[in-house]
T-cell receptor, first 114, second 109 residues
Framework: SAVISQKPSRDICQRGTSLTIQCQVDSQVTMMFWYRQQPGQSLTLIATANQGSEATYESGFVIDKFPISRPNLTFSTLTVSNMSPEDSSIYLC???????????FGPGTRLTVT | GQNIDQPTEMTATEGAIVQINCTYQTSGFNGLFWYQQHAGEAPTFLSYNVLDGLEEKGRFSSFLSRSKGYSYLLLKELQMKDSASYLCAVADSNYQLIWGAGTKLIIKP
């Protein structure tokens, strides 16, 4: 298993600013992912954070808007850039342990853009 | 395209049994997952099926039929704390998870 922490847990930001969300795993993991979840809806994968290389983005998400870093096997950041109210959502980090098959999730970051 | 369908909402009575269905159409199949998500919390892993049949884990069981593209999650002896959303997800040919919209389960006393 893996224990995942995220910072901040929540934030209220102004339109046009950027926020960086941190995700820390308590063990080395193979893969890390970033999701977005609107209230009452399911998970939408933003990107897969690749260690030492550029993240792999899903359709509809671009690096300029959601730059991602993964400097090592236990840490990743997601930046939400030039925010608009439409970016208000819960952002979740998840990780797939080396010997595992299921993803483990962090507690999420609740972002409100005003 | 890839698609996962599950009911939006279900209601059941405390102490009873409920079955949450999930049907899927994906490009490849490398297993089906069920997650539980309480309001305001992160999803937590419940079960994994990759072969046909029933997997039992305490009060929860999960069934898979690959030929039918069908799975269900069975919850027995329902408790109020089982009120949550239940998410079905399929790992496709690239091992990427495709998520259903989730089923909100409401337990009534």
């Amino acid at each position: 298993s893996a224990v995942i922490s995220q910072k901040p847990s929540r934030d209220i930001c102004q339109r046009g600013t950027s926020l960086t969300i941190q995700c820390q795993v308590d063990s080395q993991v193979t893969m890390m992912f970033w999701y977005r979840q609107q209230p009452g809806q399911s998970l939408t994968l933003i990107a897969t954070a690749n260690q030492g290389s550029e993240a792999t983005y899903e359709s509809g998400f671009v690096i300029d808007k959601f730059p991602i870093s993964r400097p090592n096997l236990t840490f990743s950041t997601l930046t939400v850039s030039n925010m608009s109210p439409e970016d208000s959502s819960i952002y979740l980090c998840s990780a797939l342990p080396r010997e595992g098959r299921e993803q483990y999730f962090g507690p999420g970051t609740r972002l409100t853009v005003t | 395209g890839q698609n996962i369908d599950q009911p939006t909402e279900m209601t059941a009575t405390e102490g009873a049994i409920v079955q949450i269905n999930c049907t899927y159409q994906t490009s490849g199949f490398n297993g089906l997952f069920w997650y539980q998500q309480h309001a305001g919390e992160a999803p937590t892993f419940l079960s994994y099926n990759v072969l046909d049949g029933l997997e039992e884990k305490g009060r929860f069981s999960s069934f898979l039929s690959r030929s039918k593209g069908y799975s269900y999650l069975l919850l027995k002896e329902l408790q109020m704390k089982d009120s949550a959303s239940y998410l079905c997800a399929v790992a496709d040919s690239n091992y990427q998870l495709i998520w259903g919209a989730g089923t909100k389960l409401i337990i009534k006393p």
